[in-house]
């Protein structure tokens, strides 16, 4: 096929994406369940009590249950002109997230050199996934997050790639990453990340620039600790709880520690099977390592430390999911899923410190919450892969070729086909 066909075919299928991201919402396709629930109970009620009172809302925002911090709420209450009634708000925050495609294509183009219709490509794969397209079509949260995240992280690669100070680049990372941890206060693993990336890196004169701003953009959140009386509580009443204490403790990081690699491993599968199909030889010494930690991680579970799992109904993850379907209470294959998912984290741990230091802040914060869902993790780790985890040479390679775009797609269109069916058909 000629290159002018090929680029004709890849704007073409660009385009019947869009098309499917056009028509869900118009179905009001709500692939993950609580989408609707989350607007209907939480996200709307929000807007409009902003709309109607902001110091009362912000005062008694507990009230409200939205397990996020107000920033959505008062940035739409205020700014976005379609909140007259709620399909016209859901309309705009659906086109609005398309922003994240817009902004990932360019760090793309920037950092792998891609063409701007392979950096298209492979940033629209946001438009088949699941949680993406369920926040976008339902007007909740956490696309709004997700790119201020992607703006941030755009300003960052300037600041790392950069050896001079770029007083402007600093600014505007630090402001998009706070951005984004007050719409999704999860997303505070990024800020932490700079800072330790700087201090590690003896980056001394970017550490207290990145310092002097974050303690400025923090007085925010102070603020508001300050008028909650240092907590944070969600509901009233005898339904009033703690949502830290209660939701989201160190305590924990350890159940949750087989939980996180899985999960992670989903996204991260397509470019560890074309790096395996690339070499099709296996590390004798990766190969006796896995087989060790297997051993161990059966031998726990023979042990009963695992059997919280059998009563994991809310999140857990895909693996999670397809092993309670078709194993029971036999969590064979969900460990040696977990297994594979600590192996490939520990090649990135090993790779370079800035993956090292990434990671690790990256485990602490998403293993705290009680029930780790996978919408927390989509599209972050593909965002994280894509952008700011540094990769061998052979991947980046891999990266560059259509192949590598086919087998994206074909995977997350098979994601996306298997969970429109659980949701629809079985759930």
Wanted: glycine share 4%.
């Amino acid at each position: 096929m000629s290159k002018k066909n090929t680029v004709l075919l890849k704007y073409s299928f660009l385009l019947l994406i869009l098309l499917s991201y056009i028509l869900g919402f118009f179905l009001r396709e709500n692939i993950a369940g609580g989408a609707e629930k989350d607007f209907l109970f939480f996200t709307w009620p929000g807007i409009l009590a902003f709309k109607e009172n902001f110091a009362n809302t912000i005062i008694n925002w507990s009230k409200i249950g939205e397990g996020s911090t107000p920033l959505f709420h008062i940035l739409n209450a205020y700014l976005n002109p379609f909140t007259y009634n709620q399909i016209s708000f859901q309309a705009s925050i659906a086109l609005i997230s398309l922003l994240n495609v817009v902004f990932f294509s360019q760090i793309l183009v920037e950092k792998f050199k891609l063409k701007n219709v392979d950096a298209l490509l492979y940033s629209s794969i946001f438009l088949i996934l699941p949680f993406f397209r369920s926040s976008g079509f339902w007007g909740i949260t956490e696309n709004l997050g997700w790119l201020f995240l992607i703006v941030s992280i755009k300003f960052f690669l300037k600041v790392e790639k950069n050896k001079n100070f770029l007083f402007k680049n600093i600014f505007l990372t630090c402001l998009f990453s706070s951005l984004a941890l007050y719409t999704r206060p999860y997303l505070i693993f990024f800020p932490i990340f700079i800072a330790l990336y700087f201090l590690i890196n003896k980056k001394y004169t970017k550490l207290k620039f990145t310092s002097i701003f974050y303690v400025i953009f923090s007085l925010p959140g102070w603020i508001l600790l300050y008028l909650w009386d240092g907590k944070i509580y969600l509901g009233e009443g005898i339904n009033r709880i703690n949502f830290i204490e209660e939701n989201h403790h160190p305590k924990f990081i350890l159940q949750n520690l087989i939980i996180f690699p899985s999960i992670v491993l989903f996204y991260l599968l397509p470019i560890e099977f074309l790096n395996f199909f690339q070499k099709l030889k296996i590390d004798k010494n990766k190969l006796f390592k896995f087989l060790i930690l297997f051993l161990f991680l059966i031998t726990l579970n023979f042990l009963n430390l695992f059997d919280y799992l059998e009563e994991t109904k809310l999140g857990g993850g895909a693996f999670l999911k397809l092993n309670q379907f078709f194993f029971k209470d036999n969590f064979i294959f969900f460990i040696l899923i977990s297994s594979l998912g600590i192996m490939v984290i520990v090649e990135y741990l090993k790779f370079s410190n800035k993956n090292f230091v990434l990671f690790i802040i990256f485990l602490f914060i998403y293993s705290t919450p009680k029930y780790i869902y996978q919408e927390y993790f989509e599209p972050l780790v593909l965002i994280l892969l894509f952008s700011v985890l540094d990769l061998k040479h052979e991947t980046i390679k891999l990266i560059k070729t259509n192949q590598s775009i086919i087998f994206f797609y074909t995977y997350f269109i098979g994601y996306f086909v298997v969970s429109y069916y659980y949701r629809y058909n079985l759930s």
